[in-house]
């Protein structure tokens, strides 16, 4: 079945380092979705993205998806300890609702 | 708005026994999902509804079942309860095919 990998797993940081987090599919994708994990918290919808090549910007997170949309990134400039949490991609498998999520990457910033 | 509403918060239950969690949304949105989170492993989809009375299953479904009566509830039963489904569970509701996914708080189940 439809699989989304997201690489890597664990990415520490200092404080003002950038930091990007990068989704994969096998399959095209009709639309890839991001979400942010707090610790002990429920993922919060962060922004889709449905064109080929679409780039979004929110304050300092760039989202970027591929011209085959087939992948996806997330980069974060001048990180800042507000942005610790697990980050994770989601798409539709295809011809369904059913969304399927990557494995996540888990951002520590250290001050 | 109390959005997407799941209990109980935390459960203990011993292998063998069963017991359902609760996921309630006051949006009005037609699609329902459960997942389970795992260190290491993501959100995996269990099971999920595109409408009162339309469930089908996900990746990891079984050991579990569901059904969607009404559109506001989309209980999650776990008939005979094993450690391996000691996990993280969240619920998430969504109002058509590219809208976002609104989650519940979660209900961390242990089994022992």
């Known amino acids: 079945g439809q699989q989304v990998m997201q690489i890597p797993q664990y990415q520490h940081v200092q404080e003002g380092e950038d930091f990007t987090t990068y989704c994969n599919s096998s399959t095209t994708l009709s639309n890839i979705q991001w979400y942010k994990q707090r610790p002990g918290g429920h993922p919060v919808f962060l922004i889709q993205?449905?064109?080929?090549?679409e780039v979004k910007k929110q304050k300092r997170l760039t989202f970027q998806f591929g011209e085959a949309k087939k992948n996806s990134s997330l980069h974060i400039t001048a990180t800042q300890t507000t942005d610790v949490g697990t980050y994770f991609c989601a798409a539709p498998t295809s011809g369904t609702y059913k969304y399927i999520f990557g494995t996540g990457t888990r951002l520590k910033v250290l001050a | 708005n109390a959005g997407v509403t799941q209990t109980p918060k935390f459960q203990v239950l011993k292998t063998g026994q069963s017991m359902t969690l609760q996921c309630a949304q006051d949006?009005?949105?037609?699609?329902m999902s459960w997942y389970r989170q795992d260190p290491g492993m993501g959100l995996r989809l269990i099971h999920y509804?595109?409408?009162?009375?339309?469930?089908d299953q996900g990746e990891v479904p079984n050991g579990y079942n569901v059904s969607r009566s009404t559109t506001e509830d989309f209980p999650l039963r776990l008939l005979s309860a094993a450690p391996s489904q000691t996990s993280v569970y969240f619920c998430a509701s969504f109002t058509s095919y590219n809208s976002p996914l609104h989650f519940g708080n979660g209900t961390r189940l242990t089994v022992t």
């Open positions: 993205l449905v064109k080929s090549g």
């Open positions: 949006m009005n949105h037609e699609y």
């Open positions: 509804s595109v409408g009162a009375g339309i469930t």
